[in-house]
């Protein structure tokens, strides 16, 4: 049976949702101009009045916003709300640069949470299930947003964090989660400490449900994950600067519901801009509808991906994005050619013999870039035979330059000697940049 958080919402016909997008836009760009100093000099700096955007149409005509302008008005240079009025704040680690500082209200929060109720509940997730929240707690979006969304649902939350593997089994077990919500490389690495110890995922759990996130995957991983593990693997999509993580897919696996009422979403052109048609591919751009503290104007997101208005077999009206391939700063540049880690990942995936965890490591050799792939074999596949290992590196060599059109050298390593992850996963050593 299909259930939803609010019906009416969720199935208003498309002409009703863009006139209440309308109304919310024009209310939002005059609120931004008026509370946001940053935002003010930037409409300014461009020749843009609010009262010029009138139509949904219009807003092609709004200056994009970026991650960098965060940094550079770090900590709340593009707050609309004086302080007191927050009641949070979340901060990124900052790992590619200066941290990014995001303030919520009281009503943020709720829209957040609401957005992750109607998620939650279009897998079929709600009271009766116990969901075990894998994500860092913390300054981190992810164990909070994930906790208020399935609280709000009814759900029982076990906030168990990331960390401490055995013990997160162990919970698992005796609490009999339904639910795990995690990256999907920790729960892989769950599972590999869950069958050490000769427990089954699928035989000795109530697990059902997977919430996956925080680091791109590709559809090969849902389906290692999905077999290995007897569960249901699902997509879910957001970043920290628009509040956290916020949509999934819903239980027909095929693209990630945005909400129209709270959010509006454009494809473009990263190189110049211009607004793209549905079904194009490019780069995602989001202006957020509902936020109070840091609205968000046409903010450059860097995914790529391609959005589908098309109806939904769950019956909900909102549009689709389609799996994103990869962020725009994850991509890496190899001799000229663009190469997404998730590319690679499809790629192994595809093949049996290769396990789930994998390396690429890029370095530059007289003045030439390089990439190289380490494997782990399956503990089926795995052969001491020299002879089948050479066979094997040549195979996913061929199937990788089929598909990224370089040549990558491939090398098997023992079993366990990738690292292992608890939250997003380092898939990518570039010595480039030491
Ligand atoms: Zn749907």
């Known amino acids: 049976m299909l259930e939803y958080w609010n019906p009416l919402m969720e199935r208003m016909p498309v002409e009703e949702l863009e006139k209440m997008q309308e109304r919310k836009l024009k209310n939002l760009v005059n609120y931004v101009y008026q509370h946001s100093e940053f935002y003010k000099k930037r409409f300014d700096d461009a020749g843009v009045r609010p009262e010029e955007i009138q139509t949904l149409d219009d807003l092609k005509k709004l200056p994009f916003t970026y991650k960098g302008d965060l940094r550079d008005t770090y900590p709340t240079g593009m707050f609309c709300v004086p302080n007191e009025q927050l009641v949070r704040f979340h901060v990124s680690s900052g790992t590619t640069g200066k941290p990014t500082v995001v303030g919520y209200t009281k009503s943020d929060i709720d829209g957040w949470t609401t957005s992750l109720a109607r998620a939650m509940t279009s897998i079929g997730v709600g009271r009766g299930d116990i969901i075990q929240v894998g994500y860092?707690?913390?300054?981190?979006?992810?164990?909070?947003?994930?906790?208020?969304?399935?609280?709000?649902?009814?759900?029982?939350?076990?906030?168990?964090?990331?960390?401490?593997?055995?013990?997160?089994i162990e919970l698992m077990q005796d609490l009999n989660s339904s639910i795990i919500a995690c990256t999907p490389s920790y729960f892989l690495f769950m599972n590999e400490v869950a069958d050490k110890a000769n427990i089954s995922i699928e035989k000795d759990t109530n697990l059902r449900v997977g919430i996956f996130g925080a680091e791109p995957?590709?559809?090969?991983?849902?389906?290692?994950?999905?077999?290995?593990?007897?569960?249901?693997?699902?997509?879910?999509?957001?970043?920290?600067?628009?509040?956290?993580?916020?949509?999934?897919?819903?239980?027909?696996?095929?693209?990630?519901?945005?909400?129209?009422?709270?959010?509006?979403?454009?494809?473009?052109?990263?190189?110049?801009?211009?607004?793209?048609?549905?079904?194009?591919?490019?780069?995602?751009?989001?202006?957020?509808?509902?936020?109070?503290?840091?609205?968000?104007?046409?903010?450059?997101?860097?995914?790529?991906t391609v959005i589908n208005k098309q109806p939904c077999r769950c019956g909900r009206t909102h549009p689709r994005i389609m799996r994103v391939l990869g962020r725009a700063d994850d991509m890496l540049i190899i001799r000229?050619?663009?190469?997404?880690?998730?590319?690679?990942?499809?790629?192994?995936?595809?093949?049996?013999?290769?396990?789930?965890?994998?390396?690429?490591?890029?370095?530059?050799?007289?003045?030439?870039?390089?990439?190289?792939?380490?494997?782990?074999?399956?503990?089926?596949?795995?052969?001491?035979?020299?002879?089948?290992?050479?066979?094997?590196?040549?195979?996913?060599?061929?199937?990788?330059?089929?598909?990224?059109?370089?040549?990558?050298?491939?090398?098997?390593?023992?079993?366990?000697?990738?690292?292992?992850?608890?939250?997003?996963?380092?898939?990518?050593?570039?010595?480039?940049?030491?």
Request: proline share 3%; net charge negative.
């Open 136 to 168: 860092g707690y913390g300054l981190f979006t992810g164990g909070l947003g994930a906790h208020y969304g399935a609280e709000e649902i009814g759900a029982t939350v076990l906030p168990a964090s990331s960390g401490n593997t055995e013990r997160q």
């Open 336 to 434: 000229g050619i663009n190469v997404f880690p998730g590319q690679i990942e499809s790629v192994l995936m595809n093949i049996p013999e290769v396990g789930e965890h994998f390396m690429i490591v890029v370095d530059r050799v007289n003045e030439l870039d390089v990439m190289k792939v380490q494997i782990e074999m399956t503990d089926e596949a795995f052969s001491d035979k020299v002879n089948d290992i050479i066979i094997l590196e040549k195979k996913v060599s061929s199937a990788l330059k089929s598909v990224l059109n370089i040549t990558v050298k491939v090398e098997l390593v023992e079993s366990g000697t990738i690292p292992r992850s608890m939250g997003k996963a380092k898939r990518v050593t570039d010595n480039r940049k030491l």
């Open 217 to 304: 995957w590709s559809e090969e991983m849902r389906a290692r994950i999905e077999q290995a593990t007897g569960i249901k693997a699902y997509d879910i999509y957001g970043t920290s600067e628009l509040s956290g993580p916020l949509f999934t897919e819903c239980q027909f696996q095929d693209g990630i519901h945005i909400w129209a009422d709270q959010f509006l979403i454009e494809v473009i052109d990263p190189e110049t801009g211009e607004q793209l048609k549905e079904g194009e591919r490019g780069e995602l751009v989001i202006t957020t509808l509902f936020k109070e503290a840091l609205p968000l104007i046409r903010y450059r997101i860097g995914d790529i």
